[in-house]
C-alpha cells in the first residue's frame, strides 16, 4: 500500500463531509430546509449554520487568524441566545448562509494549508488546562463534528421527502425500488416488535 499523506487525508474527508451535508439542500423549499423534523428542531439549514460558526473559530481564532467577516448570529447582540446558531430566521438568505459557510470552509483550508499537523494553537472557549492543541487535534475535532452533522442532516432529509443517500453520485444504498424498501422496512418493523415481546 503506498504511503499518505496524513493532513491531506484527514483534510479530504473533511472537504468531502461538508460537500455531503450542503448537497442534503438540493433541490428544497426554503420550508423544507428551515423545517424543524426533531423534538430538539434539528433542521438543515441550522446545521450549516452552526458550522460555520465551528469552521471560524477552530481554524481562525485557534490559529490567529480571524475569519475577517461578521458572522451575524455569533458577533451580534443575539450571540448569547441558545441554539441562536442552529436555525435560520425568516429574514435570513439560505444563500447568504450556504455562501458565508463555503467563505469560512475556504478560510480553514487556508488555515489547514499553511500549518504542520503538530504545529499549536489555543481554542479559546475551552477549559484552560486543555486550550492548547495541535493542527492534527483541530483537524480530527471538525471531521468528527462535521460527519456527525452530515449524519444529522441524512436523517433529516430522509424525513422531509424520502432522499436519502451517502453522496451525490454514490448514494451507498441498496438498488431498491419503492416496494422493496417497504417491504424492507416491515421486516425491520417485524424483528424490533418480536423482540420487544421476548422481554
Given at each position: 500500500?503506498?504511503?499518505?499523506?496524513?493532513?491531506a487525508?484527514?483534510?479530504?474527508?473533511l472537504?468531502?463531509?461538508?460537500?455531503?451535508?450542503l448537497?442534503?439542500l438540493?433541490?428544497l423549499?426554503e420550508?423544507?430546509?428551515?423545517?424543524?423534523?426533531?423534538?430538539?428542531?434539528?433542521?438543515?439549514l441550522?446545521?450549516v449554520?452552526h458550522?460555520i460558526?465551528?469552521e471560524?473559530a477552530?481554524?481562525?481564532?485557534?490559529?490567529?487568524?480571524p475569519?475577517?467577516?461578521?458572522v451575524?448570529?455569533?458577533?451580534?447582540?443575539?450571540?448569547?441566545?441558545?441554539n441562536?446558531d442552529?436555525?435560520?430566521t425568516a429574514?435570513?438568505?439560505?444563500e447568504?448562509?450556504?455562501?458565508l459557510?463555503?467563505?469560512?470552509c475556504?478560510h480553514?483550508?487556508?488555515?489547514?494549508?499553511?500549518?504542520?499537523?503538530?504545529?499549536?494553537?489555543?481554542?479559546?472557549?475551552?477549559?484552560e488546562d486543555?486550550?492548547?492543541?495541535?493542527l492534527?487535534?483541530?483537524l480530527?475535532?471538525?471531521?468528527?463534528?462535521?460527519?456527525?452533522?452530515?449524519g444529522?442532516a441524512?436523517?433529516?432529509?430522509?424525513?422531509?421527502?424520502?432522499a436519502?443517500?451517502?453522496?451525490?453520485?454514490?448514494?451507498?444504498?441498496p438498488?431498491g425500488?419503492?416496494?422493496?424498501?417497504?417491504s424492507?422496512?416491515?421486516k425491520?418493523e417485524d424483528?424490533?416488535?418480536?423482540a420487544?415481546?421476548?422481554?
Open positions: 500500500m503506498a504511503d499518505t499523506d496524513p493532513k487525508d484527514l483534510h479530504r474527508y472537504r468531502a463531509a461538508r460537500e455531503a451535508l448537497w442534503k438540493d433541490g423549499s420550508y423544507e430546509a428551515r423545517r424543524p423534523l426533531t423534538p430538539t428542531a434539528t433542521n438543515l441550522g446545521l449554520k458550522l460558526g465551528c471560524t477552530y481554524f481562525g481564532d485557534t490559529f490567529g487568524r475569519f475577517g467577516e461578521t451575524p448570529w455569533l458577533d451580534g447582540p443575539d450571540a448569547e441566545v441558545p441562536v442552529m436555525w435560520a429574514d435570513e438568505s439560505r447568504d448562509i450556504v455562501h459557510y463555503e467563505r469560512a475556504a480553514s483550508d487556508a488555515t489547514i494549508e499553511a500549518f504542520a499537523l503538530d504545529d499549536l494553537g489555543r481554542v479559546p472557549h475551552w477549559p486543555g486550550a492548547e492543541v495541535s492534527h487535534r483541530v480530527v475535532h471538525m471531521l468528527a463534528e462535521t460527519h456527525r452533522h452530515a444529522h441524512d436523517i433529516v432529509r430522509e424525513l422531509v421527502d424520502g436519502a443517500g451517502m453522496r451525490q453520485g454514490n448514494d451507498n444504498m438498488d425500488d419503492r416496494a422493496w424498501w417497504e424492507y422496512r416491515r425491520v424483528a424490533a416488535r418480536e420487544q415481546g421476548r422481554q
